[in-house]
């Protein structure tokens, strides 16, 4: 499995846009990078995924160079409820394919 | 409509004490995961479900650990003779089919051994 390294923690305020990088230099060619989310005491929550170039949907974006060996979740105008942490996955898409999280990235979002 | 549920949602156990987890999934949900957190790390693979079929237990730390689902739908976690290092959060997500899609998690059962 591809291994992924992220930022620790980062710290935004509200309004502003916040970029969370991660590498995952040995990704597969049938590999998809996923992020998601995890409040305090709950669940992680799915955000978004791609395989490359750009994906948008409600709440992000995922910037995917044509190496792949790097993506970019984009969150824009965060608020205080954005405070959480934000772990970048990379999986096959196959059956039973469990997921393995990294330690995440720990995202503060200051008034 | 209803996400995946799990109870109880806090159990404290003494040392040597079996315990029982549930997990109510997505009705409709072929794939079944349990997972557990330790404090502070992401989390960490235990075993996974296609229907009734346990088809992946590799991520079980111990024979004490064993899970089952026997009619396909509700899971449970059974950990026997509790140790503190057993002490974490164990979630258990569902997903709708068998292709590796979006993973749904409930908000996990904290389990403390003292």
């Known amino acids: 499995l591809a291994k992924t390294t992220q930022p620790i923690s980062m710290d935004s305020y509200e309004g502003q846009e916040v970029n969370i990088t991660c590498s995952h230099n040995n990704i597969a060619t049938n590999d998809y990078i996923t992020w998601y989310q995890q409040f305090p005491s709950q669940g992680p929550r799915f955000i978004i995924q791609g395989y490359k170039t750009k994906v948008t949907n409600e709440v992000a974006s995922l910037f995917i160079p044509a190496d792949r060996k790097s993506s970019t979740l984009s969150l824009p105008r965060v608020s205080l409820s954005d405070t959480a942490v934000y772990y970048c996955?990379?999986?096959?898409?196959?059956?039973?394919?469990?997921?393995?999280f990294g330690g995440g990235t720990r995202l503060m979002v200051k008034p | 409509g209803a996400g995946v549920s799990q109870s109880p949602r806090y159990k404290v156990a003494k040392r040597g004490q079996d315990v029982a987890l549930r997990c109510d999934p997505i009705s409709g949900h072929v794939s079944l995961f349990w997972y557990q957190q330790a404090l502070g790390q992401g989390p960490e693979f235990l075993t996974y479900f296609q229907n009734e079929a346990q088809l992946d237990k590799s991520g079980l730390p111990s024979d004490r650990f064993f899970a089952e689902r026997p009619e396909g739908s509700v899971s449970t976690l059974k950990i026997q003779r509790t140790q503190q290092e057993d002490s974490a959060v164990y979630l258990c997500?569902?997903?709708f089919g068998t292709g590796g899609e979006e993973q749904y998690f409930g908000p996990g059962t904290r389990l403390t051994v003292t």
């Open positions: 996955l990379v999986a096959h898409n196959n059956a039973g394919n469990m997921l393995t």
């Open positions: 997500a569902s997903s």
